[in-house]
T-cell receptor, first 112, second 110 residues
Framework: NAGVTQTPKFQVLKTGQSMTLQCAQD?????MSWYRQDPGMGLRLIHY???????DQGEVPNGYNVSRSTTEDFPLRLLSAAPSQTSVYFC???????????FGQGTRLTVV | EDQVTQSPEALRLQEGESSSLNCSYT??????LFWYRQDPGKGPEFLFT???AGEEKEKERLKATLTKKESFLHITAPKPEDSATYLC???????????FGTGTRLTVIP
């Protein structure tokens, strides 16, 4: 099993460009989440989903959009990239509440 | 508001020198306390889940314990390959996600 797969691994964007970070899981998990990780700030939740067709905002949702049309995929869209969105992005999935989350390998995004 | 605080921020140990990492969590509504290991350039890797005070879990040189207000990750006779950032996270009643602390960066010197 591949687990949680994120693409791309690295990306450089210019300010104002848009892009989509891809996340796919093959464990049939209902819950999926996007986090960003910045030095000294730990993992902060951007958006999450508790099942296909259901999404909600996390701690830092501004500038990001998500949708969940299938159980397997949970893409994260940057609408108009800003330097403040330079970060490492992690996608995670879990069976449900009170269970461990499994993480992808991350996408390192630089906005110039 | 959910709060998870880890200490120390960084820890340097000699190989074989045992120590403990601390994680304080929001006491009310805890459903689970999770420990992860993160290597540079990688995603967090799950280590342990603890559900109730008094519970302990072990894996190789690591032992996680949970009290009514904090959790400890004890590292016995560490080796250089134990060098990593260790993250803890809690799962609170009414929340759909794990809330993470900022981590402890452990360096084990040969």
């Amino acid at each position: 099993n591949a687990g949680v797969t994120q693409t791309p691994k690295f990306q450089v964007l210019k300010t104002g460009q848009s892009m989509t970070l891809q996340c796919a899981q093959d464990m049939n998990h209902e819950y999926m989440s996007w986090y960003r990780q910045d030095p000294g700030m730990g993992l902060r939740l951007i958006h999450y989903s508790v099942g296909a067709g259901i999404t909600d905002q996390g701690e830092v949702p501004n500038g990001y959009n998500v949708s969940r049309s299938t159980t397997e995929d949970f893409p994260l869209r940057l609408l108009s990239a800003a330097p403040s969105q330079t970060s490492v992005y992690f996608c995670a999935s879990r069976t449900g509440r009170n269970t461990e989350a499994f993480f992808g390998q991350g996408t390192r995004l630089t906005v110039v | 508001e959910d709060q998870v605080t880890q200490s120390p921020e960084a820890l340097r140990l000699q190989e074989g020198e045992s120590s403990s990492l601390n994680c304080s969590y929001t006491v009310s509504g805890l459903r689970g306390l999770f420990w992860y290991r993160q290597d540079p350039g990688k995603g967090p890797e799950f280590l342990f889940t603890l559900y109730s005070a008094g519970e302990e879990k072990e894996k190789e040189r690591l032992k996680a314990t949970l009290t009514k207000k904090e959790s400890f990750l004890h590292i016995t006779a560490p080796k250089p390959e134990d060098s990593a950032t260790y993250l803890c996270a809690d799962d609170q009643t009414g929340a759909n996600n794990l809330f993470f602390g900022t981590g402890t960066r452990l360096t084990v010197i040969p």
